[in-house]
């Protein structure tokens, strides 16, 4: 096994390492250097558990960084990372919490690794994941127009709070993440059974796709084909499961903004032109 390999966990390594330390020295705070470094850990040992063949690395990545942060950012230290959060801080006018989050992990961030987040670290997938249908049983519907709607609801929301003045919105905004998980977890795992497809959820409901799929039509990491390996098995399309046409190599290819980097379709490539 080349030690080219383990080049790109290093990279990222160094990238979130960069981020930690740049944030710790800026925001004079201990935690950005704690949290950007343990996520960067978790996703660089996904990577070598990947470069090393074993099955599960990225589930093992996504509970590593899902439960972190939905246990121990959202439970334990109360912070709202959902879209709302967002919202919510960015009307404050802070640049903490959630804004650091979606500006790192949704909004500039897919520009280099694309819809990752989706893949590795996003506490929603992780408890969708386990459900039965890993690829999809039927062709995707369109619906994903309703991922516009839950975003500007999203939106209304958190400005309807500021503009009534409630008071305690810290309090509002805890109660907010609790519920906004409840129903994510319910429709995704109701949305997965009906339509006999685990990432149904994400395909036509989640509003934070509104963010990351025209960034990561840009992405630098994206699953390139080798056109004089292919052999037009069509096994790559049949185990994705976002429906990424992924044979074809242009950036508007068909659902290319909607690849999580599961690498699926490059452990299943017989002639390893992925
Ligand atoms: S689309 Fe939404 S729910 Fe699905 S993995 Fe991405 S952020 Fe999570
Ligand atoms: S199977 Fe391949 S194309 Fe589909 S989402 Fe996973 S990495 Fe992207
Ligand atoms: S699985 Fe590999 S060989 Fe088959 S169509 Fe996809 S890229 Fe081509």
Redesign the pocket.
């Known amino acids: 096994m080349s030690k080219k390999q383990y080049l790109l966990p290093g990279l990222i390594l160094l990238i979130f390492e960069t981020v930690a330390i740049a944030l710790w020295l800026t925001k004079d705070n201990l935690f950005y250097l704690f949290n950007f470094s343990y996520i960067g850990a978790a996703i660089a040992f996904g990577l070598v558990l990947f470069i090393r063949r074993y099955r599960h690395a990225r589930r093992v990545v996504q509970l590593l960084v899902g439960t972190y942060m939905l246990v121990y950012l959202g439970l334990i230290c109360n912070e709202n990372m959902q879209i709302e959060g967002f919202w919510y801080y960015l009307f404050l006018g802070v640049f903490e919490a959630a804004t650091i989050h979606y500006a790192v992990a949704k909004i500039f961030g897919p520009l280099l690794f694309g ?1 990752g ?2 893949g590795y670290a ?1 506490w ?2 992780m408890v969708l994941d386990f459900l039965p249908y890993k690829t999809p049983k039927h062709e995707r519907k369109r619906l994903g127009w309703i991922r516009y709607i839950t975003f500007a609801a999203s939106l209304i929301f958190v400005s309807a709070l500021f503009l009534s003045g409630v008071k305690d919105m810290a309090r509002i905004m805890f109660w907010a993440f609790i519920f906004g998980n409840l129903a ?1 977890y319910a429709a ?1 795992i109701a949305l997965a059974f009906a339509f006999k497809d685990n ?1 149904a ?2 395909k036509y409901v ?1 509003p ?2 509104v963010f ?1 799929k025209p960034m990561s039509y840009f992405s630098l990491l994206r699953i390139t084909c080798d056109k004089d390996k292919c052999v037009s098995c069509g096994r790559c399309r049949a185990v994705c499961p976002m429906d990424v046409d992924v044979t074809d190599n242009s950036r508007s290819r068909k659902n290319g903004t909607e690849c ?1 980097l599961c690498m699926e379709c490059v452990k299943t490539c017989p002639k390893g032109a992925l």
Do not use: H
């Open positions: 819809r987040w989706c996003c929603t997938a994510y995704g990432r959820f994400c989640c934070v796709a990351m999580i």
